[in-house]
């Protein structure tokens, strides 16, 4: 090494300005040592605290791996090879952490506590010998200022013996620091040389301890399972890139063939026909919620069944809530006055309504299709599918039936005595032949090509208009629903028995014969498989009000009577043997000998449909006594009109007798001898009397003779 420059401490008590300059250099080097060796131990202190965290992420690292057992993931989590691949891992870096906290360590004694020492003590002991050296060195000139100014004409000894004590004071002061300072920064010059290679030093041999301490334990031990797990890697990678591959492959298929699936517009019927098979299904769906009497709002939920239940869930939920329960429920289309391809599940007790709404009519009638289906409880069935599809086909191929050689043989045959029912037979329809089917087929009570009316249209429309015609002729408003408004409101306040029902209208068409009982049950599967081949939903729910005089169809909404049957036009009702909620009745309308029509008309209830029956059967009865008493009272009026008649005749007879009398004694009075003359008026009085006498037997003459 070269030199070490010093200062010189024997030119101390001098103090020349050469001397001030050499110390000068020497603080401008002790300061730039200062700044450097700051910018040094922030450095290695960055080092020593890296080297820190690194140990103590280390040991973290090993223990989390430790705990992978005791986590709980969704995916994956019984993975046993995987388990013990990173228990091995976990023992390897908890060795590592072991060698990185014994680094940690040696760094701490080998290269902080040097650098520290010197830039705590060496340079802060400098620092304040500058400061105590300045200090002396000001009270030294002071002290010579003061001295330099006595008097000599004042020679004052206490004041000079004063001056004299603070220079030698304040000199042996200066001098005493000035050297203790010059040898400090003397020293200094070796302790920076000291102070910067002792950390380095420290430094690399605690790496070097530390790479042999990882060679010694590691490299041995753990290099097989090191070249078995980069093996495993690279599989797993090669396994990765495969798949990411065939996931790229099936994006590409799926973005050509979802292209038309991407628009909400109906697909092609031919390419993506509707599936009405399905027992299950999920999508999203817009619900209705009603925000106040008459306003609602739609929110976007995803629906999904599940066994018999609608469910709902919205994005973020874990799991779905229950909308409604599908067992015996009734789902149809609907007219929404803001929305399209809108339909209505209803439940079967008919208290939940749910007003949903699809993206296309495609997706509407699957999710109508997959709620009827799961409303039959078809999904219970081992082969859910396959026996939707036979109920489908068997729907279908029941639209035209033939009947069978033995039903064509039966009805060749000679009539029996056809059974007489009453105008109200309430029976069930089963499967089994009646009586009256032996003797009628199919085609003798419905015709194979008659039309099916599936919306709600009056049988009396020409009554209607004819009606509307007298109200026009006569100058009174018609009411544009069809109802009378006169005797309608009357006829049900008058009424006994007021019941209300809930049903929807499932079609109505004309049939042959209204005597046999199977006619209701022929026109229900008629009407059904027309629904299911037409793809027909939609069905109009109205209010049936059976009372004693009449059967009511009334909206629900608007309270506007739709349909008027009287009751005595209902020839028979009655419900299907298996769906109890299906029930239809006959109604004969004969507005003439020509025009006289017999149609059936079938109906869905949220209730049991032989109730129903059973209330129009029981409506009909009470009709039928009130007529029998309204016709005891008319017969009862006529004749008490008749004995008033009669004894009115009898009174006039006798006026007439007592008139004649009258007149007969008149013409005996008027016939007598004229009276002798009397005095004075009295001559007058009798002539005026006896011509008044024949002037009234004259009038009851001619009366008499007019009347008789």
């Not at 906290?101 to 701490?108: F, I, P, R, Y």
């Not at 925000?291 to 739609?298: C, E, I």
């Not at 309504?353 to 993206?359: D, F, G, H, K």
């Amino acid at each position: 090494m070269p030199g070490i420059e010093k200062l010189p401490i024997e030119e101390t008590l001098e103090d020349s300005p050469q001397t001030r300059s050499l110390l000068g250099v020497f603080e401008e080097d002790t300061a730039a040592i200062s700044n450097y060796c700051t910018q040094l131990y922030q450095a290695m202190h960055r080092i020593y605290d890296a080297q820190n965290e690194l140990s103590a992420a280390t040991h973290l690292t090993s223990r989390l791996l430790k705990e992978y057992d005791k986590q709980r993931f969704p995916l994956g989590g019984d993975d046993e090879v995987m388990s013990s691949t990173l228990q091995q891992f976990a023992k390897v870096i908890d060795e590592l952490s072991s060698c990185h906290a014994v680094l940690s360590t040696q760094l701490a004694d080998a290269m902080m506590f040097p650098i520290t020492q010197f830039k705590e003590r060496d340079l802060k002991e400098i620092l304040t010998l500058k400061e105590v050296f300045q200090i002396a060195s000001d009270d030294h000139d002071t002290a010579i200022n003061r001295y330099s100014r006595l008097s000599k004409r004042k020679d004052n000894d206490k004041m000079r013996a004063e001056a004299v004590e603070d220079v030698y004071t304040s000199r042996k002061k200066q001098h005493q620091t000035m050297m203790h300072y010059f040898c400090s920064l003397n020293t200094l010059q070796y302790k920076k040389k000291t102070a910067l290679l002792e950390p380095l030093l420290g430094y690399m041999q605690a790496q070097i301890s530390f790479f042999k301490l990882g060679s010694e334990n590691l490299t041995q031990q753990w290099e097989e399972f090191l070249g078995t797990i980069g093996t495993s890697v690279q599989n797993v990678r090669r396994e990765m890139e495969e798949e990411i591959g065939q996931m790229q492959q099936t994006i590409q298929q799926m973005e050509t063939s979802c292209d038309p699936l991407y628009a909400p517009c109906d697909p092609d019927p031919v390419h993506s026909p509707v599936c009405r098979n399905l027992t299950r299904k999920q999508g999203y769906l817009y619900i209705r919620n009603k925000t106040g009497l008459v306003s609602s709002s739609w929110e976007r939920q995803y629906f999904f069944t599940q066994g018999g239940n609608l469910m709902q869930q919205g994005r973020g939920e874990v799991a779905g809530g229950l909308v409604t329960d599908l067992d015996n429920s009734s789902v149809m289309a609907v007219d929404s006055d803001d929305r399209r391809f809108c339909f209505q599940v209803t439940s079967f007790d008919g208290k939940k309504v749910v007003t949903l709404q699809a993206e296309s009519r495609k997706d509407c009638e699957e999710w109508i299709a997959t709620i009827n289906n799961i409303s039959r409880r078809i999904y219970l069935s081992e082969n859910a599918e396959e026996l939707a599809a036979r109920v489908n086909q068997s729907a279908i191929e029941a639209v035209t039936p033939s009947p069978s050689f033995q039903q064509r043989h039966e009805s060749m045959r000679p009539s029996s005595k056809g059974r007489v029912g009453r105008a109200s037979s309430i029976s069930s329809v089963g499967s089994e032949p009646s009586p009256a089917l032996s003797v009628l087929s199919l085609d003798a009570l419905v015709a194979p090509e008659t039309p099916i009316q599936f919306d709600i249209i009056s049988p009396v429309s020409e009554e209607n208009s004819a009606q509307s015609k007298t109200a026009a002729q006569s100058g009174r408003r018609s009411n544009p629903f069809g109802e009378s408004g006169d005797s309608t409101s009357e006829d049900s306040e008058d009424s006994i028995l007021h019941q209300l029902f809930i049903v929807r209208f499932l079609g109505s068409m004309e049939v042959k014969t209204a005597e046999s009982a199977d006619v209701i049950s022929e026109t229900m599967r008629q009407i059904l498989a027309a629904r299911a081949i037409h793809n027909i939903f939609r069905m109009t729910e109205s209010h049936l009000l059976v009372t004693c005089d009449c059967l009511k169809l009334i909206d629900p909404q608007t309270q506007v009577t739709r349909l008027r049957f009287p009751l005595s036009s209902v020839v028979q009702c009655s419900s299907h043997q298996d769906n109890k909620r299906l029930f239809g009745f006959v109604l004969h309308s004969a507005s003439g000998r020509a025009d006289s029509r017999t149609i059936c008309y079938i109906f869905e209830s949220n209730n049991d449909g032989e109730k129903i029956c059973d209330s129009i059967g029981l409506a009909k009865q009470i009709a039928f006594h009130s007529e029998m008493d309204r016709k005891a009272v008319e017969k009862r009026k006529e004749e008490d009109k008749a004995k008033e008649k009669q004894q009115e005749e009898l009174s006039k007879q006798r006026q007439i007798e007592k008139d004649l009398e009258e007149q007969s004694r008149l013409i005996a009075a008027s016939s007598r001898p004229a009276n002798p003359a009397a005095v004075d008026g009295q001559f007058l009085v009798l002539s005026n009397s006896q011509s008044e006498d024949s002037d009234a037997g004259e009038d009851g003459k001619k009366k008499g003779e007019s009347e008789a």
